[in-house]
T-cell receptor
């Protein structure tokens, strides 16, 4: 089984809808991250969490919110989706002595 | 503003040739990571570079880090088709990663 899982893997929605993307991990890491990937822009950090009680905004948090339900679960919400939020979204965990990050398979979100 | 710049952005090379991808960053960091992404897939960790002068090698890929120059290189030796992918560097600043824009590598037979 994969160490970092994301659901759904693909989602098409309409402008104004509320969307939740979920991430679960079995790596036992405290740190979890949400990124979005756009062509030509690399990955940009949306939110990150160092533990259940510690949530921080990243570079591009506007229009997004998160919830850390447990050490193993970190959800990303788009309260009112807009077309420029169409992107590939990745969850990642971080831990260990090298602070390496491990990525989930990604969620492809399309907002019409 | 922190910048992480990779070049080239696109690279088309013939099998058997050598080439280097560059990653420059604009602030102090002792930790740099290289990832590979295949089309439609997630990111796979390639190298973790943790100090000035660090060099790591795996197969036909070798990565190095010069923290004084704020530069990391990913060198490809005798390229093969299986190396075709997008390669990202990422700089660790206070446990946040800042990614380069990626280098899309195509190896032509």
């Amino acid at each position: 089984d994969a160490d970092v899982t994301q659901t759904p893997r693909n989602r098409i929605t309409k402008t104004g809808k509320r969307i939740m993307l979920e991430c679960s991990q079995t790596k036992g890491h405290d740190r979890m991250y949400w990124y979005r990937q756009d062509p030509g822009l690399g990955l940009r950090l949306i939110y990150y969490s160092f533990d259940v009680k510690d949530i921080n905004k990243g570079e591009i948090s506007d229009g997004y919110s998160v919830s850390r339900q447990a050490q193993a679960k970190f959800s990303l919400s788009l309260e009112s989706a807009i077309p420029n939020q169409t992107a590939l979204y990745f969850c990642a965990t971080g831990g260990g002595g090298y602070n390496e990050q491990f990525f989930g398979p990604g969620t492809r979100l399309t907002v019409l | 503003e922190l910048k992480v710049e990779q070049n080239p952005l696109f690279l088309s090379m013939q099998e058997g040739k050598n080439y280097t991808i560059y990653c420059n960053y604009s602030t102090t960091s002792d930790r740099l990571y290289w990832y590979r992404q295949d089309p439609g897939k997630s990111l796979e960790s390639l190298f973790v570079l943790l100090s000035n002068g660090a060099v790591k090698q795996e197969g036909r890929l070798m990565a190095s880090l010069d923290t004084k120059a704020r530069l990391s290189t990913l060198h490809i030796t005798a390229a093969v088709h299986d190396l075709s992918a997008t390669y990202f560097c990422a700089v660790d600043i206070s446990i946040q990663f800042y990614f380069g824009t990626g280098t899309s590598l195509t190896v032509i037979p």
